[in-house]
């Protein structure tokens, strides 16, 4: 059974940046899709990032040009690089892998973003 383990999170001001790792335990296929969603508090969770492959990604509108995301097939781990945080962006945030047609998700990391 697959394990996601995400680490990065932490307290940040405005303006700063923070990455985001996400390590899995077992094998992932560079062709299976992993993301980065979040939560804030009250909302529903939402997807903040994804990719399929090495080069296909997807952002949320609010996340363009601010965050990017990224993986290193060959130590089964996705990243995030968030830039020019915003109070906003405060929520937990989880990494998500479909792997061989089963949903995982990891057990979250908090961000938190003071203006």
């Known amino acids: 059974q697959v394990q996601l383990v995400e680490s990065g999170g932490g307290v940040v001001q405005a303006g700063g940046s923070l990455r985001l790792s996400c390590a899995a335990s077992g094998s992932i296929f560079s062709t299976d899709y992993m993301g980065w969603y979040r939560q804030a508090p009250g909302k529903q969770r939402e997807m903040a990032a994804c990719?399929?492959?090495?080069?296909?990604?997807n952002y949320a509108d609010s996340a363009k040009g601010r965050f990017t995301i990224s993986r290193d097939n060959a130590k089964n781990t996705v990243y995030l690089q968030m830039n020019s945080l915003k109070p906003e962006d405060t929520a937990v945030y989880f990494c998500?892998?479909?792997?061989?047609?089963?949903?995982?998700w990891g057990q979250g990391t908090q961000v938190t973003v003071s203006s």
């Open positions: 990719i399929v492959g090495g080069s296909v990604t």
């Open positions: 998500y892998a479909l792997v061989r047609g089963s949903a995982l």
